[in-house]
């Protein structure tokens, strides 16, 4: 048996048999199983491997070639990388799936079985970690010079499984096999510190801090398409700076031998679950500064090494990107840097450090916005207190600002606000929210720096959201327009003519079904749960939040399914209604929303006359694996927000681009899809942004809502009477009480818009030639939400940095 390791280059396509070797010989080498005893997880190891190899040229020559060219190089910080598997998209990348495909069967082993045998890398919450991870392929793809900064934690996301309806939480484990796509950088280390005191040392202010904590990089490349760029994503890993204490373990005392590490390590071991804020965590404090302040030592490090010494000049070759505030301690950080260790004046650091930060907003909603009281952040920040405090007075006598700009208030730190006056530029992600962002939480700022705040409208990957998840349409489009679309996908475009075409869209057709019934084997398999194919597909899948309005969706599958038993003979359209989604651990109202649509789906699937009709699924432990299985599959897409309240949304975006009709409000980037697909093809209903306000400040109350409209009410008393909930008939008192007396989130004021919607989609769907032609010109429209155009718009208007393709 040969048994050279394989160094192929993608741009030499290798052949079935030089595959074979390499992951034979990784087999053999790497993981040191042959092939009689290797189990699913040893092939899928050396596959991996083999893989990766395919990308380590492509890695190097994009080093070399910065190196040699200097382009402007962009730093991406995010607490935050939802990323999924790693496996498929690489070998989709790189052309490579019936190859491999051919020689993994040709050992006898379950291609399928083994790349879903990778776990998921979800360090990540929802949207903002999943875009994170959708602009990195784009940087890759486009070819930006480009590093994504975050924490390597040992825990993603947790588990979710049902127990009686209830969520329950797991703790998710990723690293407990190998991760085979990283590479541990022992030698890039950084010193963190927290606490102490703040000393005046030769007339400079010198912290000293009391508590140490190792950053250790650990890098993974990111391929763009076909390998022709890749840049990295380092995560770092906290390590104790001693690891343990000899001492008390030859005592026998094992636990306080091991503390040192144990306690450095707790600072990366788990990502938090919240995707609000969790308010004045001490723990997620460190968290931020940890990986802020050892991605700028890296930065710098880089920058005095490679370019110059002269540390203003920095903003000539970074960008930094921070992804919300939970970076924002780069601006004071950064400042630290260049005042107490490279000795410029304050002004002057204050002026570099802001012409290289750049903040995205995500949320708008006021318990999101992070605040850190000041005791906490002066015990564990000290010096970035006082600098935090500087930059305050420093910006007041810069502008003339009202009294009530400021960033420390009532006893508070305003990392908002800290972000905007520490970013060259400030954007929102969709037309909507950069509007409201300046009329509202940031108006006050805005007046002082009207040129600060720009929209970037946020977008997907073609790669992972269409191309590699939809096998099916992907097959067809190559077929009609080529595959120039993977990278410019507002090609895309010249599918439109092609909605008029009737064997065209039976051909879309037919992709959509044999999604549904690639879904509807999974269900099968894994929950025992038979869908009807035949059926609507209508999914809402995002994190349970009451503004998201599950409930919404819910109520209305409950007045359907009275209004099914009154009528049984009438045309129903039938639907399978698809729930995916994670709520907080600590989020009381979420968790009882789960209960409920797990309640109410119960009695649905129970009750015989909804048999072809009405049933409600909902798989537990949504992740980004199991979205690239629902994505394909949907008919219908949910986004019902309460018009205001959702940034921009980037599910919408994968369900329409995978031709599936929305139902949806006007808010965040749903109005731009309305505009881009023609109001013909989308479901739009409910108050706008501005009714919502004028409803709330005119004194909203729901009873009124509720008595004209027969079908809530009578869902709110069968939910208050323990229909759905016999066992505990209470159970829903606080919720009903909730949405009938307060109904902060207008579901009450939505609630007939909302049914009369979905009537119009029932009636939609009775024509199904004309709802195929819809589902094709959903697809054709959406081509501008990929995230190529908005990572171009970003390198464009905020970055001023030059892609290479
Ligand atoms: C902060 C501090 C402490 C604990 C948790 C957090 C935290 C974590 C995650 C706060 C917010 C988040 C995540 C927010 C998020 O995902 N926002 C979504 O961002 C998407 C990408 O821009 C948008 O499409 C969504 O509309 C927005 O909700």
Avoid at 167 to 186: G, I, Y
Avoid at 346 to 375: G, I, K, M, V
Avoid at 520 to 529: I, Q
Avoid at 670 to 682: Q, S
Wanted: proline share 5%; glycine share 6%.
């Amino acid at each position: 048996m040969q048994t050279e390791p394989l160094i192929l280059h993608p741009q030499s396509q290798p052949d079935a048999e030089a595959l074979r070797r390499a992951i034979e010989y990784h087999l053999r080498y790497t993981i040191g199983k042959n092939v009689k005893a290797a189990k699913l997880t040893d092939w899928r190891m050396a596959v991996t491997r083999a893989i990766r190899d395919l990308v380590i040229a492509p890695w190097f020559e994009t080093t070399e070639r910065v190196r040699a060219e200097r382009p402007k190089r962009v730093c991406y910080l995010s607490m935050e990388f939802l990323i999924g598997r790693l496996l498929e998209d690489a070998i989709d990348n790189l052309g490579l799936d019936e190859m491999v495909r051919e020689v993994v069967e040709a050992f006898d082993v379950d291609y399928n079985a083994l790349l879903t045998d990778e776990p998921d890398a979800a360090l990540g919450n929802g949207g903002l970690g999943r875009l994170a991870a959708c602009f990195l392929d784009s940087m890759s793809t486009v070819g930006l010079a480009a590093h994504g900064y975050g924490i390597r934690y040992n825990h993603g996301l947790f588990r979710q499984s049902f127990e009686d309806g209830w969520q329950t939480e797991e703790a998710e484990d990723w690293l407990r096999q190998v991760h085979p796509w990283e590479f541990e950088r022992p030698e890039t280390q950084y010193r963190i510190g927290f606490g102490g005191d703040v000393r005046k040392e030769d007339g400079h202010r010198q912290w000293r801090p009391e508590e140490t904590v190792l950053a250790v990089g650990y890098d993974t490349p990111v391929p763009g398409w076909r390998g022709r760029w890749a840049n990295t994503l380092r995560l770092w890993s906290a390590k104790a700076e001693r690891e343990f204490d000899l001492e008390p373990f030859n005592r026998g005392d094992y636990m306080a031998a091991a503390a040192p590490s144990v306690l450095a390590e707790t600072v990366s071991r788990v990502l938090y679950p919240d995707d609000t804020t969790e308010q004045g965590k001490e723990l997620r404090l460190k968290q931020e500064y940890f990986f802020t302040a050892a991605s700028l030592a890296d930065i710098l490090r880089r920058f005095l090494a490679h370019h110059d010494t002269d540390v203003t000049r920095l903003p000539e070759f970074i960008a930094i990107q921070l992804n919300d505030t939970h970076p924002a301690i780069a601006f004071p950080e950064l400042i630290r840097l260049l005042v107490d260790v490279h000795e410029l004046p304050f002004a002057s650091a204050f002026e570099t450090a802001r012409n290289c930060l750049h903040y995205t907003n995500h949320t708008l909603l006021p318990e999101a916005l992070e605040r850190w009281s000041t005791d906490l952040m002066g015990r564990v920040l000290p010096r970035h207190m006082e600098l935090i405090d500087q930059i305050d007075s420093h910006h007041a006598k810069l502008v003339k600002r009202p009294a009530s700009v400021k960033i420390v208030d009532h006893g508070e730190v305003r990392m908002g606000d800290l972000a905007f006056i520490g970013a060259r530029r400030v954007n929102g992600v969709s037309a909507l929210h950069t509007e409201l962002m300046k009329q509202t939480v940031f108006k006050d700022l805005h007046a002082l720096h009207p040129e600060r705040i720009i929209n970037q409208t946020n977008g997907v990957t073609p790669r992972r959201w269409l191309y590699n998840c939809n096998p099916a349409l992907r097959g067809l489009l190559e077929e009609r327009i080529g595959k120039g679309w993977v990278t410019d996908l507002e090609q895309l475009q010249s599918l439109a003519p092609l909605a008029d075409d009737g064997d065209f869209r039976q051909r879309f057709a037919a992709a959509k079904r044999e999604n549904k019934l690639r879904l509807a084997g999974h269900l099968e398999r894994t929950l025992g749960v038979t869908v009807d194919p035949e059926a609507i597909f209508d999914i809402q899948i995002k994190r349970i939040h009451e503004y998201k309005r599950q409930l919404l969706n819910i109520l209305e599958t409950a007045a359907q399914w009275n209004a099914i038993r009154r009528d049984p003979g009438a045309d129903w359209a039938p639907r399978v209604k698809i729930f995916g989604g994670k709520a907080a651990p600590g989020y009381v109202m979420a968790k009882q929303i789960i209960k409920l649509i797990n309640d109410i789906g119960a009695t649905v699937n129970a009750d015989p006359l909804m048999e072809e009709r009405l049933q409600v699924v909902y798989p537990p432990n949504y992740n980004v694996s199991m979205a690239e299985l629902l994505i394909p599959a949907a008919d219908l897409s949910e986004q019902i927000s309460t018009a205001g309240m959702e940034a921009s949304g980037t599910g919408n975006m994968k369900l329409a681009m995978n031709g599936a009709l929305t139902i949806g409000t006007l808010d965040g980037a749903n109005i731009e899809i309305a505009e881009a697909v023609g109001r013909d093809d989308i479901f739009i209903f409910g108050l706008t942004a501005e009714e919502v306000a004028a409803a709330r400040e005119a004194g909203y109350d729901p009873a009124a809502h509720i008595e004209a409209e027969p079908r809530l009410a009578e869902v709110l008393e069968q939910i208050a009477a323990g229909v759905f909930s016999p066992d505990d008939p209470q159970r829903y008192t606080g919720l009903v009480d909730n949405l009938r007396q307060n109904d902060w989130f207008m579901v009450a004021a939505d609630f007939t818009a909302y049914w009369e919607a979905q009537r119009r989609v029932d009636a939609a769907w009775r024509d199904r030639d004309a709802w195929n032609r819809s589902a094709v010109l959903n697809t054709a429209h959406m081509g501008w939400f990929s995230s190529d155009r908005t990572i171009r718009g970003y390198a464009r208007d905020i970055w001023q940095a030059e892609p290479a393709f």
